[in-house]
């Protein structure tokens, strides 16, 4: 019998960022992103994974018939001063479990390496603030630590919108409603709690996760009527996060909603983890501030990626950062090896980054 208590115990102590419960293997552990198998203990039995089953849905009827009738559960458990984000899916009939720890103590922003400007754009009293990335990009922990800082240093009303609730705020100089998304929980899904904010005299509304046109669709009616709405998108770059919020919408549609994103659309942030020179996670941000140059992009019939990237390129006087400045930066301060660096981009873009980094070096020569 496997203890899971045991396994949660360990993998705090070794800094997991994730736990892997499949049938057959050992239990895994994720420690700066590499995969490590728990020696000292056995493989998991079937009996074992309806036991890991059992203590994480504890009797939840709402839960377990979510489980059974969509075959996934996402859902929040507490064990100890540990905080997990709980996956529950099916492999060949078998529930298997990927378990995310999340730390007690948030990350304060300035730690984080996401550029000032992104918190500096919490200020604004209306409008659609963007955190993108793929899957494992640190987008929850930056979200949490913008909504941390508004928490510290702002008098707003904040709703948050999860699925599950990760870090539980509790209220300073602003006040925090946080509410969890899914059946049997506070809001059946995102656009109907987005859309009963109106209702609510919140300020700031945090969107968990923009998935579909709904949800898309209420944000933009809500950052309309005069409130600031901060959500997450699973987008790899800034351009393809317009391209994906456009596409949400009909062809006949998009002249409409090109408009409105060129208004109402402030900042995105577009972010990629790295293991660094030293063995630690580095954050590497993409940021496109939409001013006017941007704004008149997007309005274009037809969005140019390569355009939207030389834009946000040459505009760092606004704010923007575009990916290739983020890497040489990075290079150049000896936080990434070259090779890295340039995996993340295309091989056109070579040169440039060559080129970024001889300017860098020959900038920070001549402040040394």
């Known amino acids: 019998m496997t203890n899971i208590e045991e396994i949660l115990k360990t993998a705090k102590q070794l800094d997991a960022s994730d736990v ?13 992103r590499d995969l490590k198998p ?19 849905v504890r009797g939840n009827l709402d839960k377990d018939a979510v489980f059974k009738e969509t075959k996934k559960l996402d859902t929040s458990f507490e064990f ?22 999340i730390k007690s103590k948030l990350p304060k922003y300035e730690d984080l390496g996401v550029p000032d ?25 930056t979200l949490n ?18 699925s599950p ?53 209420a944000a933009i009616e809500t950052a309309e009527s005069g409130h600031l709405v901060i959500g997450t998108l699973h987008t790899k770059s800034c351009a393809e996060t317009l391209d994906r919020l456009i596409n949400f919408y009909e062809v006949r549609d ?17 972010q990629r983890l790295l293991k660094g020179k030293d063995g630690k996670l580095v954050l590497i941000p993409e940021v496109m501030v939409v001013d006017n140059i941007i704004a008149g992009i997007i309005r274009k019939e037809k969005i140019s990626v390569s355009e939207i990237e030389d834009a ?47 300017q860098l070096k020959i900038k920070k020569g001549n402040r040394n």
């Open 312 to 358: 946000i390129q040459s505009n760092s006087e606004k704010g923007s950062i575009g990916l290739i400045n983020s890497l040489a930066e990075l290079f150049v301060n000896d936080k990434i090896t070259l090779e890295q660096a340039k995996a993340q981009i295309e091989e056109k873009n070579l040169e440039i980054l060559n080129r970024t980094i001889m």
């Open 145 to 162: 630590a913008l909504v941390d800082d508004i928490n510290e240093n702002q008098n707003k009303k904040i709703l948050t919108l999860e």
């Open 80 to 101: 100890e001063d540990i905080r997990l984000r709980v996956n529950i899916s099916y492999v060949e009939e078998v529930p298997t479990f990927t378990l995310r720890l």
């Open 20 to 32: 892997h419960l499949v049938c057959g293997l050992k239990p895994m552990l994720r420690i700066a």
């Open 254 to 270: 998009q002249a409409q909603i090109k408009y409105l994103m060129s208004t109402l659309l402030k900042l995105v942030i577009s």
């Open 117 to 141: 400007i992104v918190r500096r754009m919490t200020y604004q009293t209306q409008g659609l603030i963007l955190v993108t990335g793929k899957t494992n990009s640190g987008k929850t922990t």
């Open 165 to 217: 609730v990760e870090y539980r705020h509790k209220s300073k100089r602003s006040m925090i409603v946080q509410k969890e998304i899914g059946r049997g929980r506070d809001c059946l899904c995102y656009s109907d709690g987005v859309k009963n904010s109106l209702r609510e005299d919140c300020d700031i509304i945090v969107v968990g996760e923009i998935r579909d046109r709904e949800t898309m669709e």
């Open 38 to 56: 728990i020696e000292e203990m056995d493989e998991l039995e079937e009996n074992d994974i309806y036991e890991i089953y059992d203590y994480f």
